[in-house]
Structure formats: structure tokens, C-alpha cells
């Protein structure tokens, strides 16, 4: 899993029909200080996620098919919880 922030959405009129419902959104992944690391995502929005949310993102392709509910899927990234908040006692 990754801390992501929800940056954006995408529309796409066209798409695989095991993908037809799904809510596309643009997630750039963070380090554990806010910091936006590597490449913007495309993800699965399984957990009604908006922009401006921080979130947890699975980049497996099984995990994140799994958070689809559809077997098979053409699924690369999923948001798959919303954080509230993030609490390091060690150093982080």
C-alpha cells in the first residue's frame, strides 16, 4: 500500500467494459511527510474518495482488480481507504 493524495479526476467515455461504473481519479503517491513522490496514477475510486483527500492506494495488479469486485479487471491502482490521520511515534 501507498499514501496518496487525490489530485484530479478522469472522464473516459471508452472504456473495457469490466471498467464501465468505475470512478477514474488522478492520485499522486507521498512520503510519510507530504511530500509528492515518483509519477502521478490513474486509479480504481472503490471507497468514494474526492479530490483533495489523502488516501491508501494498492499498485498490485490482483489487489487492485480485488478492490474493483470484478474478477479479471484491467486494473493497475485502486484507492482502497481514505486516511483520517497518520500518527508516527518512531522516527519516520
Given at each position: 500500500m501507498?499514501?496518496?493524495?487525490?489530485?484530479?479526476?478522469?472522464?473516459s467515455t471508452q472504456k473495457n467494459r469490466k471498467l464501465e461504473g468505475a470512478k477514474?481519479?488522478?492520485?499522486?503517491?507521498l512520503s510519510i511527510n507530504d511530500e509528492p513522490?515518483?509519477?502521478?496514477?490513474i486509479a480504481i475510486d472503490s471507497?468514494?474518495?474526492?479530490?483533495?483527500?489523502k488516501?491508501?492506494?494498492v499498485i498490485e495488479g490482483k489487489a487492485a482488480g480485488d478492490a474493483l469486485g470484478k474478477k479479471a479487471a484491467a486494473v493497475d491502482a485502486a484507492i482502497i481507504g481514505i486516511i483520517?490521520?497518520?500518527t508516527c511515534n518512531a522516527e519516520c
Open positions: 501507498q499514501i496518496a493524495r487525490v489530485v484530479g479526476t478522469v472522464v477514474l481519479l488522478l492520485v499522486q503517491p513522490r515518483g509519477v502521478t496514477l471507497v468514494g474518495a474526492g479530490v483533495g483527500e488516501v491508501l492506494v483520517d490521520e497518520i
